[in-house]
């Protein structure tokens, strides 16, 4: 299992490719949108939704060995490849890893400043819901 | 050995000039077949016949890919097949972007095989790699298609695409005109490198220069619409002595 930075390593690397061309970070993170799956309609409930996502989103979690197991999905473009990279970030990680790790780390990618207010907004919700569902895990609540 | 292509009696013409006049050729799978001959001999009609190209009016015979009869295929669909041409004069497209081009060329080809999709970064790792071996200016790929290349840059960038799409045939149509030796050696390394025994090339070419790089299996010889001799690499050097001459009309 790679660790949360290793993936963004990963990610980042391949955001540096495309150096101070913004249209092709866009793209790329659109182009990670297309492995993008849905939720089953049972998953999509008020639990699951992200408020303060700017297009509805929703974001399911199952605790496995302390394991945090998310899926999730989104409705825009955008929406739809940033949970991809998302969810290749913090997915199938230990809770405890999760709730170690520094937001601020995310800004490595190169794209954050590239989201618009809002779709940071989205993104800030999105975070919380993941340290919720990393905490009640390690609890074992989830 | 099974045979990639077979090109029985074809018969073209471009407006209302016949130039293929029944010609007959087998290519073999993994080998390099070369076609040489004068101006004027069929040479890039036979190449844009293959592709489909709309300048060409097949009027008879066939050409079977892989045992299929292609003449009534869209170029689109023999690319997605694998047949690609490189050729002889790239034409420019200013505003088409290089690399937006050839990335949704590969991705085609890739979803018409069932393939995943190259994403931007998987895609931009490899061509640049391939256009550093090729010795291609990192600048030429964001660029518009061609335009403001030199000739070198043209046909290097034309085997980037080769190397890019992976084709089954390589139909090379005089890669060799207007390159210097190194853009020569450059060219021809990325052509070798693209053998593996299963893919096959036709080298379309005037002078044996490339031959030395490119080592053909066969030589055709094309003269008036026709294939008038096949043989080993040893008629490149027949040919260099004694010209074409000996295949005039008598």
Known sequence: MKSIDEVINEYKSDFDLFENDKDAKLEYIFDLGKRHQSLPEEL??????????????????????????????????????????????????????????????????????????????????????????????KEGKL | MSKILEIKNLKAKI????????????????????????????????????????????????????????????????????????????????????????????????????????NAAEFLRKMRSLANELGLKPELLNRSLNEGFSGGEKKRNEVLQMMMLEPNLVILDEIDSGLDIDALRAVSEGINKMKDGKRSFLVITHYSRILDYIKPDYIHVLKDGKIVKTAGAELVKELEEKGYSEFEEK
Request: charged residues 25%; proline residues 4%; contains cysteine.
């Open chain 1, 44 to 137: 999509k409930n008020d639990a699951t939704f992200i408020h303060g996502c700017a297009s509805p989103a929703w974001l399911a979690a199952e605790c496995k060995d302390g394991v945090l197991i998310l899926k999730g999905e989104g409705t825009s473009e955008m929406a739809k490849g940033m949970l991809t990279l998302l969810l290749d970030i913090f997915s199938n990680k230990p809770a405890q890893e999760i709730l170690d790790f520094d937001p601020k780390n995310l800004n490595k990618l190169g794209i954050i400043e590239l989201l618009s207010p809002v779709r940071q907004k989205s993104l800030q919700a999105f975070l919380e819901k993941v340290y919720m569902y990393a905490k009640l895990c």
């Open chain 2, 15 to 118: 407006g209302n000039k016949e130039i293929l006049k029944g010609l007959n050729l087998d290519l073999e799978e993994g080998k390099v077949h070369a076609i040489m001959g004068p101006n004027g001999a069929g040479k890039s009609t036979l190449s844009k016949a293959i592709v489909g190209h709309f300048d060409v009016e097949v009027t008879d015979g066939e050409i079977l890919y892989k045992g299929k009869n292609i003449v009534d295929w869209e170029p689109e669909e023999r690319a997605l097949e694998g047949i690609f041409l490189s050729f002889q004069h790239p034409v420019e497209i200013p505003g088409v972007n290089n690399a937006y081009f050839l990335r949704t060329a590969v991705n085609a080809k890739r979803k018409h095989e069932g393939k995943e999709e190259l």
